[in-house]
């Protein structure tokens, strides 16, 4: 069930060093965990993350006092390098632990639930032309005032029928419907779920790529017996109300799983859709539990895929968390958190284009000296390529951080033929590949020999009549991916 804002009752002491930026910069990169917040003072519920036009990645954190709330932003270079970590707003008197950062036609916007300035409790706005300094005044952008302690809130930007606009939305007090809200200023609109007696929490927004309509994802759950109405939903919003459509399965065993996040993990790839990722329980006897995670498109169909290395193996408590983020091309990163291993990890897979397959899990260790459990926040983007993941963790006693590194996609190396005679000249083919999908540009070496693939992911090498027999390595590299190797064989 979902659980009340948590606060925390912090010394003086404490407090000083909470207003402490992070230590100094440090060199990041696929592989390197690096603490990008001030200390938190209470185990947050979701960071908002932004990917710009620079490859920069923008994460908007909340840190909290027993008297006062601030809004903070740190900005990750694309290579993984923390740039800066500094305030957008003043303190506040309260405010929601989910704030949401957008790009807009004209800058950057950042929001939150907030009793700062002249919001007494609405969605909170704030501009910057750059996205890093010269915020404005915050200023109301809702009418409603419960924004402040909501249960699940997301912005988001569009433009349908040429009109750039931004688009808010939240579960209120009490969670009984969305408020949503197109543009700045105005009424505020309502949007129920299909059964009066529920709640609906972890409000999640995203934007078609194609059509740039925006969808909505909600949980929707009963306060102690379930109902076969609950479960994960994911509807159209704007510029149109459309049909809910109720994720395959999110309602079994007489419960939902809920995955203890204010954000469902939804997404919005390049090919145009909307995918929800979700978990599925375990069996009955452990019905709250994670058994496995899948992959659904929303709408009428009610095919889901199987992400890999998300069922539980010994018993339930596997899959943690589950993050969801658009991918280059199309495809889909999947992020979650696995305790089950010592130390505990993270771990992620990549599909390919069409959405049907996945590439190989890759796993990483949580940072030295997390002694905490992560069953706090986890966020992902990998629209650049590489995913950077942005997780809550805590260290010792109730010290809690915003922490990011970067995993990889694999590539992989056909050679044909694999095996050869030199009794005869000989052209070998080497087809690089993400998933099944060609890679273009990609960097092959075999022996001396050097090429880049075509648009089908290939590229070719002659090699004479007599050329000495053995075993050669043939690697392939390009930016973003993890290398990979190969073998030929001339005989």
Not at 290 to 295: A, N, R
Request: proline share 6%.
């Amino acid at each position: 069930m979902r659980s009340a804002l948590r606060l925390a009752t912090l010394s003086a002491a404490f407090l000083a060093v909470m207003m402490l930026a992070p230590a100094s910069a440090l060199a990041g990169g696929p592989g390197v965990w690096t603490n990008i917040s001030r200390q938190l003072g209470s185990n947050a519920d979701y960071p908002g993350v932004l990917r710009d036009s620079k490859g920069n990645l923008h994460v908007l954190y909340t840190i909290t006092s027993s008297t006062h709330f601030q809004l903070f932003q740190a900005i990750v270079s694309p290579s993984g390098v923390l740039m800066s970590d500094t305030a957008v707003t003043g303190t506040a008197s309260s405010m929601s632990m989910d704030p949401q950062i957008i790009q807009t036609a004209t800058g950057y916007l950042a929001a939150v639930g907030g009793s700062l300035g002249a919001c007494k409790g609405q969605v909170c706005v704030t501009t910057s032309a750059n996205g890093a300094s010269g915020w404005t005044a915050p200023s109301p952008a809702t009418t409603d005032s419960t924004a402040v302690n909501d249960s699940g809130f997301d912005a988001v930007f569009t433009r349908v029928g040429g009109k750039p606009v931004p688009v808010f939305a939240y579960s209120g007090v009490p969670p009984t419907a969305i408020t949503y809200h197109v543009g700045v200023g105005g009424p505020d609109k309502l949007l129920s779920s299909n059964d009066s007696g529920a709640f609906m929490t972890d409000v999640t927004l995203v934007v078609d790529q194609v059509t740039g309509d925006v969808w909505a994802a909600w949980y929707q759950w009963h306060n102690g017996t379930g109902h076969p109405k609950d479960g994960n939903y994911v509807r159209e919003i704007y510029p149109a109300v459309g049909t809910a459509y109720k994720a395959p399965s999110s309602y079994e065993y007489g419960t939902t799983v809920d995955m203890n996040s204010r954000h469902l993990p939804l997404a919005a790839p390049s090919t145009g859709g909307v995918y929800l990722a979700y978990c599925l329980a375990y069996t009955s006897l452990f019905n709250f539990d994670c058994g496995k995670v899948v992959l659904w498109k929303a709408g009428p169909s009610s095919s889901i895929v199987t992400v890999p290395g998300t069922a539980a193996p010994n018993g339930p408590y596997s899959v943690n968390r589950v993050a969801l983020s658009a991918g280059p091309g199309g495809r889909l990163w999947v992020a979650w958190a696995w305790p089950n291993s010592t130390p505990g990890q993270y771990r992620a897979v990549r599909t390919n284009i069409a959405k049907t397959k996945f590439g190989a899990v890759h796993s990483i260790n949580w940072p030295k000296g997390i002694t905490g459990a992560v069953d706090y926040a986890l966020a992902c983007q990998g629209s650049l390529g590489p995913l950077d993941l942005v997780a809550e963790l805590q260290s010792t006693g109730t010290t809690y951080n915003f922490w990011q590194t970067q995993l990889l996609a694999g590539l992989s190396v056909g050679v044909s033929p694999g095996k050869w005679s030199n009794l005869h000249a000989q052209t070998v083919t080497f087809t690089i590949t993400d998933v099944g999908d060609p890679v273009a540009g990609a960097k092959v070496t075999v022996n001396g020999k050097s090429g880049t693939t075509s648009a089908k992911g290939i590229v070719r090498f002659s090699f004479p009549k007599g050329f000495k027999s053995g075993s050669y390595t043939v690697q392939a590299s390009k930016v973003w991916y993890l290398s990979a190797t190969a073998t030929m064989k001339v005989t």
